[in-house]
């Protein structure tokens, strides 16, 4: 969480950190700052609790005065409530020092009483004011802010981004990260940093990783990267190959309205330059076959909706490869000291790339000798640079709190990785491989069906529920983590208490939740494709039906079996059964934002979360 830019170069700095503030306000908007070493050479410093526009007003109604040295900072609150006094930056050494941070300094008490008895004192109850009043002394020491921050760096626990400028070295901002993403920008005559790319892609695509525990002075003619021992080390040059109009809502009333409407391309996207011959080849995968030829098991780790993508791509993967799957929480996994080796392939999940416990999932699966896979949809992020391979997703970036999209692309790429490895282990016919290839490429114009066909009835029926207090989400098979979907979108942008159920878990407690009128939503399985499952639902519906349920049906075209007992049939196309679920998510994620936004509710920025989790 908290998005942090920092800016040298030749231009006025203050509109080039706002702009970057807002496009990474999702990773936090509790409190934003910014400070910039002026002409004058002070440091000047301005932050305000509440969204950016708080600070954007503020600095509207009394200027602070420009300068080509700058930091900013967007918070999502860990230390401290969100006020003024606990937002970033803090101020240090006769707030000739500005310092901005992302993570959490495990040891902040010790050091805070350590510096109290040098006779320091504190304005904020942050840990971040903890390492800027460190980082002064340090300062006071060597009057050298790359020196300081090596001597700092060095006695902080935990994971942090610091970045810092003095106004004695203008020209000159200075990060330090471990277990905390930070990249770097590259301009003519002009560089950047940021939490991601996001903070500078609009003046830059040329951009460099830095790897854990390294520290990265920038400056208008250049950057040096050493680690923490001073030691210079090399970074990794990537193309950002987003264009900056991407990350902007572009006409669209909110951000998570665009990325729906962009479900479509995310799997497109995902898909392109990966089928050959009517064949799954990940370009990406080459020269690793041996990391999938030899495993005996599947783990995936993810967290919130990847983790729901996750279940939703296991069946696919176990069915296609005979490879055993399971998945867990990134949270849970590494605390129960689950048993893994070299035979085990560990694939994380993660839209952010940046998610702390799946950061952690990888990083102890590696140490245990597992192989480690990641699915992430950002470049440069953290995770991809921590596993062994790396598959992208390309949903483009994904600004609004809630995932929809980056879903979409994450299963998809589950779908590829399962057919990669299918092929490579000789377990699925060609022909039947051949069959999910065409399933998977006609994906994309099928979501574009339901956006077309359904989308403005789903927005009318939210509409409708305004003032439901409670909604339930059912699914079977590849229908459950769906459920399991739908509730946590609607619970996350419409504060409504919303829970998913295997349907076949109902008989054995959640049915006693039912009583007249309330909404149940049901995934319905194929009737053509899984008779079975399709029968065992219906009776599913009947069931919470006689108990006076409004029963809301995502079913087939054509499906007429659920006519006579639901409320609301909301239909999606065809598909094989591993599909269903890329088409029947929409319907869901419609609903929420439609009821979030019937509510009058920020379906961008809900309370209390961040887009990018890098907190424990
Ligand atoms: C829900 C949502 C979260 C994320 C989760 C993992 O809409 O966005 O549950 O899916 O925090 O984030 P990533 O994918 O960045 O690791």
């Known amino acids: 969480m908290c998005g942090i830019v920092g800016y040298v170069g030749p231009r006025d700095s203050q509109a080039i950190l706002i702009s970057g503030l807002a496009r990474l306000e999702y990773r936090g908007y509790d409190s934003a700052g910014i400070a910039v070493i002026d002409a004058a050479g002070d440091l ?44 970033h930056p803090h101020l240090a050494d006769d707030d000739k020092l500005a310092v901005i941070h992302n993570g959490i300094i495990e040891n902040f008490s010790e050091l805070k009483a350590e510096l109290l008895s040098l006779g320091y004192t504190f304005r904020s109850e942050t840990d971040t004011e903890v390492a800027a009043v460190l980082l002064g002394h340090e300062y006071q020491a060597s009057g050298d802010l790359v020196a300081a921050f090596r001597a700092v760096a060095k006695r902080l626990e935990g994971a942090f981004t610091l970045l810092a400028m003095h106004q004695d070295q203008p020209g ?16 003519e005559g002009e560089n950047f940093l940021g939490s991601d790319v996001a903070a500078f892609v609009e003046h830059t695509r040329s951009a460099l990783a830095i790897g854990q525990d390294e520290i990265v002075a920038i400056t208008p003619e250049g950057v040096t990267v050493t680690d923490f021992a001073g030691e210079e080390v090399s970074v990794e040059p990537f193309e950002v190959v987003w264009d900056a109009s991407a990350a902007e809502k572009g006409g669209w009333s909110s951000f998570m309205a665009k990325e729906v409407s962009e479900e479509p391309d995310a799997v497109a996207n995902t898909i392109r330059g990966r089928v050959h011959d009517g064949q799954v080849v990940i370009p990406e995968l080459e020269g690793l076959d041996d990391l999938f030829t030899g495993i005996r098991r599947v783990i995936i ?31 849970e996994f590494r605390y129960r000291d689950p048993v893994i080796g070299d035979d085990t392939l560990v694939v994380s999940i993660s839209q952010s790339g940046e998610t702390m416990d799946t950061l952690m999932a990888v990083k102890y699966a590696r140490e245990r000798g597992a192989r480690t896979l990641s699915i992430c949809n950002t470049q440069g992020a953290t995770i991809p640079r921590e596993s062994d391979a790396v598959i992208y997703t390309h949903a483009g970036p994904e600004v609004a709190v809630a995932s929809t999209k980056a879903f979409v692309a994450q299963i998809t790429a589950l779908y590829l990785f399962a057919l990669h490895v299918a092929r490579l282990r000789g377990s699925l016919p060609a022909v039947e491989a051949a069959d999910h290839v065409r399933e998977l490429e006609a994906v994309p114009a099928k979501i574009q069906r339901v956006l077309d066909e359904e989308q403005a009835h ?10 439901t207090q409670s909604v339930l989400f059912l699914g079977r098979h590849v229908g459950y983590p769906i459920a399991l979907e739908g509730a946590l979108k609607l619970k996350e942008i419409s504060y409504i208490h919303a829970e998913g159920f295997a349907a076949g878990e109902l008989k054995h407690g959640p049915i006693a939740l039912i009583e007249p009128g309330q909404p149940v939503f049901v995934l319905v399985p194929s009737p053509r494709e899984s008779a079975e ?17 409004r029963v809301i049906a995502v079913a087939e075209e054509g499906d007429a079996a659920v006519l006579p007992f639901a409320d609301e049939v909301l239909r999606i196309p065809l598909a094989g059964p591993f599909f269903e679920p890329l088409l029947a998510v929409v319907p869901l994620h419609i609903f929420a934002m439609g009821l979030a936004t019937a509510k009058g509710l920020d379906v961008d920025q809900p309370r209390n979360l961040a887009k990018s989790v890098t907190v424990e």
């Open 44 to 87: 000047d410093m301005r932050k305000r609790a509440g969204k950016l526009q708080v600070l954007r007003d503020d600095l509207a109604a009394h200027p602070m005065p420009d300068g080509t040295t700058g930091i900013g900072h967007t918070r999502w609150a860990t230390h401290g409530g969100p006020t003024d006094a606990n937002a």
């Open 172 to 187: 000159l901002v200075v990060g330090a990260r471990r277990n905390s993403p930070l990249v770097i920008g590259l301009g």
């Open 301 to 331: 780790v993810a967290c919130g909706t990847a983790a729901y993508a996750a279940q939703t791509g296991a069946y696919a993967i176990e069915q296609w490869t005979r490879v055993p799957v399971s998945v867990e929480l990134a949270h």
């Open 458 to 467: 789903i927005e009318q029926f939210s509409r409708w529920m305004a003032d």
């Open 533 to 549: 499952l399709h029968k065992k639902v219906v009776s599913n519906i009947q069931e919470i039906r006689a108990r006076g349920a």
